[in-house]
């Protein structure tokens, strides 16, 4: 369909959806390059899709948040009239260190387009397809994900961290294997998540299944290429079986009889206020469960190279909880 129908197709769908909208003043774009001019109110043409957009979305990461994602826009699918999230073409590039290992981190509009192709039809990831606009930029076209992300549904559980421990975490476990076999599938495709955090993993509203989110970071290590998978995945089991962060503050203020038994091996590789070594918190926690948590602790000495190793580990674990 050529731009000019494409464009008055979707100021007539505009105007049948907001009837008292002045559809002379909409700004149509074509080409997404300059995110920021794109604005709420705009109408976004990607090939022969058309788009309402929303407010921008914000930054849910180590507490920012209130920073904008501008190339990350709701929107309407004027054809359908079904919500959307949109995601720009944003090129960014840093560094991280985790133990002492070097990461090179960058943006990849294009990755996290392929694992959308790769990931079609498996509700373990996000669900979403790609269009190119006039200038090749890839948007991607995603399906919201309704449900709670890990951070939302664990501050929630009111109980103790020992009643949830034996009553919950077994099922939380199970679900966490499941999101662990779905990362292992995109290292078995030579393809890498590249931002495994808590909060890039949704549990379902009619599932309660895992489902991850947010796949265009990549990065670069020579010596294990989904090094930084890993870490994340083991970050997020140590919050998972500690009910939340066991910070050294908290139990220096609370439990100073455990805060004095604490060493720096004691502590996460990737958080160095965060304890990874559980089983001095909560006792209970079977040493199955407790060795792998270790793996991310500043003891470790070896680490997992790849998510199926890791999974072997948390099956036998999952077996001692009953």
């Given at each position: 369909m050529e731009t000019q129908t494409l464009r008055e197709t979707a100021l007539r769908e505009l105007?049948?959806?907001?009837?008292?909208?002045?559809?002379?003043?909409?700004?149509?774009?074509?080409?997404?390059?300059?995110?920021?001019?794109?604005?709420?109110?705009?109408?976004?043409?990607?090939?022969?899709?058309?788009?309402?957009?929303?407010?921008?979305?914000?930054?849910?990461r180590f507490g920012l948040d209130d920073e904008v994602k501008h190339w990350v826009k709701r929107a309407t699918d004027l054809a359908t009239g079904q919500r959307k999230i949109i995601k720009l073409s944003f090129h960014e590039r840093f560094d991280a260190n985790i133990g002492g290992i070097r990461f090179e981190?960058?943006?990849?509009?294009?990755?996290?387009?392929?694992?959308?192709?790769?990931?079609?039809?498996?509700?373990?990831?996000?669900?979403?397809?790609?269009?190119?606009?006039?200038?090749?930029?890839?948007?991607?076209?995603?399906?919201?994900?309704?449900?709670?992300?890990?951070?939302?549904?664990?501050?929630?559980?009111?109980?103790?961290?020992e009643e949830y421990f034996h009553a919950r975490f077994p099922g939380i476990l199970d679900n966490f294997i499941g999101a662990a076999q779905a990362l292992a599938l995109l290292h078995e495709n030579q393809e890498k998540h590249g931002d495994v955090r808590r909060d890039h993993l949704f549990a379902c509203s009619d599932t309660d299944e895992y489902c991850w989110i947010d796949f265009d970071y990549?990065?670069?290590?020579?010596?294990n290429i989904y090094g930084l998978d890993l870490f994340?995945?083991?970050?997020i089991l140590i919050y998972l079986a500690g009910k939340g962060d066991a910070t050294i503050a908290d139990?220096?203020?609370?439990?100073?009889?455990?805060?004095?038994?604490?060493?720096?091996?004691?502590?996460?590789?990737?958080?160095?206020n965060r304890v990874a070594n559980l089983?001095?918190?909560?006792?209970?926690?079977?040493?199955?469960?407790?060795?792998i948590l270790l793996y991310f602790s500043n003891n470790a000495t070896i680490y997992y190279e790849r998510a199926d190793q890791m999974i072997d580990?948390?099956?036998?674990?999952?077996?001692?909880?009953?």
């Open positions: 105007a049948a959806l907001h009837p008292s909208r002045d559809i002379t003043q909409v700004e149509v774009h074509t080409d997404t390059s300059d995110f920021y001019r794109i604005n709420a109110g705009d109408v976004v043409l990607v090939e022969d899709e058309r788009f309402l957009v929303g407010n921008n979305t914000r930054e849910g981190c960058f943006r990849s509009p294009h990755k996290e387009s392929r694992i959308l192709d790769l990931t079609r039809g498996d509700l373990r990831f996000m669900q979403g397809h790609t269009c190119l606009d006039e200038a090749d930029n890839p948007v991607r076209i995603l399906d919201i994900v309704h449900g709670r992300c890990l951070p939302d549904m664990i501050s929630a559980l009111p109980e103790s961290h990549n990065f670069v290590h020579r010596e994340g995945l083991g970050n139990l220096r203020d609370h439990q100073p009889d455990v805060f004095a038994t604490l060493y720096w091996e004691d502590l996460s590789l990737v958080w160095q089983r001095k918190v909560f006792p209970y926690i079977p040493k199955e469960l407790n060795d580990d948390l099956r036998a674990a999952r077996a001692t909880l009953g």
